[in-house]
């Protein structure tokens, strides 16, 4: 599968085992190793039942696992170190073994620096290494990949008073700045990819002006990550439970990628791989050349929408 290209979009995604080439998107399913994440808490929170989900989706095609040991959910609690610790441990010391990349979504220093001492290839924060001693840690190994999300406030907070003004031109100015700090601490370009978020402290509306306006992003020179499975902004516009967003969430995936995303982050790693056959069986075809990156949907109803719905994860 071919993504979008353009002259600034890096071809790769070094991280600390694996070059990931991204000329095609790559999918990353999620593991939540927790009791209250929004849409699987407590299926997988124990570590058999964790591994067993990583084994499915690497067998549907997962090309990145992504293990969670803290919901950030709207509203959420903080872990402690130590249970965080303890639910993702065990995890990545089994799953680096599984013959694909592993990132682990963490803003916790101490746990960053205990998975890539395991093994893992990726560090995936939705604070974008603004705690201190995060940047550090992930500047101090030689390879690791990292993502970097734009959140606004925080995990508590973020919904009850959401983003305003030009959220596309906040969400780049907070992203680039984050992605200098990085690259000024001895990190590679190639071995950073940006997020803007959906569903982190900005209302429905929000959200979608970001997906519709992404391919505008590609310019700074980074690959994106496109991360809209089952988020509440979805529900909002669909009127799906949160168990029921298959399909909404595979849509998500395809325009995002139509507009230049690099990697998907899912729950439905099978759903998503079919859709994005489908979409590929049409940017193959000459028709298309020239022609993936849509503009944004002017008049769409999404425009109507300033009820803030979050994400969270």
Same mark, same amino acid.
């Given at each position: 599968?071919? %993504?979008?290209?353009?002259?600034?979009?890096?071809?790769?995604?070094?991280?600390?085992?694996? $070059?990931?080439?991204?000329?095609?998107?790559?999918?990353?399913?999620?593991? =939540?190793?927790?009791?209250? #994440?929004?849409?699987? +808490?407590?299926?997988?929170?124990?570590?058999?039942? %964790? @591994?067993?989900?990583?084994?499915?989706?690497?067998?549907?095609?997962?090309?990145?696992? $992504?293990?969670?040991?803290?919901?950030?959910?709207?509203?959420?609690? *903080?872990?402690?170190?130590?249970?965080?610790?303890?639910?993702? &441990?065990?995890?990545?010391?089994?799953?680096?073994? !599984?013959?694909?990349?592993?990132?682990?979504?963490?803003?916790?220093?101490?746990?960053?620096?205990?998975?890539?001492?395991?093994?893992?290839?990726?560090? =995936?924060?939705?604070?974008?290494?603004?705690?201190?001693?995060?940047?550090?840690?992930?500047?101090?190994?030689?390879?690791?990949?990292?993502?970097?999300?734009?959140?606004?406030? /925080?995990?508590?907070?973020?919904?009850?008073?959401?983003?305003?003004?030009? &959220?596309?031109?906040?969400?780049?100015?907070?992203?680039?700045?984050?992605? $200098?700090?990085? +690259?000024?601490?001895?990190?590679?370009?190639?071995?950073?990819?940006? $997020?803007?978020?959906?569903?982190?402290?900005?209302?429905? *509306?929000? =959200?979608?002006? !970001?997906? %519709?306006?992404?391919?505008? !992003?590609?310019?700074? +020179?980074?690959?994106?990550?496109?991360?809209? #499975?089952?988020? #509440?902004? @979805?529900?909002?516009?669909?009127?799906?439970?949160? /168990?029921?967003?298959?399909?909404?969430?595979?849509?998500?995936?395809?325009?995002?990628?139509?507009?230049?995303?690099?990697?998907?982050?899912?729950? /439905?790693?099978?759903?998503?791989?079919?859709?994005?056959?489908?979409?590929?069986?049409?940017? /193959?075809?000459?028709?298309? %050349?020239?022609?993936?990156?849509?503009?944004?949907?002017?008049?769409?109803?999404?425009?109507?929408?300033?009820?803030?719905?979050?994400?969270?994860?």
């Amino acid at each position: 599968m071919t %993504a979008p290209t353009t002259s600034f979009a890096p071809a790769l995604w070094r991280t600390a085992r694996f $070059d990931l080439a991204l000329q095609t998107p790559r999918i990353m399913g999620i593991v =939540n190793v927790t009791p209250d #994440s929004f849409s699987d +808490g407590g299926l997988h929170a124990d570590t058999r039942a %964790a @591994l067993a989900h990583c084994e499915r989706l690497v067998a549907d095609g997962a090309h990145i696992l $992504d293990i969670g040991g803290e919901s950030t959910r709207p509203g959420s609690p *903080a872990v402690a170190l130590e249970e965080e610790l303890a639910r993702v &441990v065990p995890v990545v010391r089994e799953a680096v073994k !599984l013959g694909v990349a592993v990132s682990v979504d963490t803003y916790k220093p101490e746990v960053m620096q205990a998975v890539l001492d395991l093994g893992a290839d990726i560090i =995936n924060d939705v604070w974008a290494l603004r705690r201190p001693g995060a940047q550090e840690a992930v500047a101090r190994h030689p390879r690791c990949g990292v993502c970097l999300m734009h959140m606004h406030r /925080d995990p508590q907070t973020m919904q009850t008073t959401p983003m305003v003004g030009d &959220v596309v031109a906040q969400v780049r100015a907070f992203l680039q700045a984050r992605a $200098d700090a990085l +690259g000024a601490a001895g990190v590679a370009r190639e071995r950073i990819v940006l $997020d803007v978020g959906p569903g982190f402290g900005k209302t429905v *509306a929000q =959200n979608f002006a !970001l997906l %519709a306006s992404q391919g505008e !992003l590609l310019d700074m +020179g980074f690959a994106w990550l496109a991360a809209w #499975s089952r988020k #509440s902004s @979805l529900g909002a516009v669909t009127g799906l439970p949160v /168990d029921e967003r298959e399909v909404p969430s595979a849509v998500a995936a395809v325009l995002a990628v139509e507009r230049g995303a690099r990697v998907v982050r899912v729950h /439905d790693v099978a759903a998503t791989k079919a859709a994005l056959a489908v979409w590929q069986a049409m940017a /193959d075809t000459p028709q298309a %050349a020239g022609s993936l990156i849509l503009p944004p949907f002017h008049g769409h109803p999404y425009k109507r929408l300033t009820i803030a719905i979050g994400g969270g994860r």
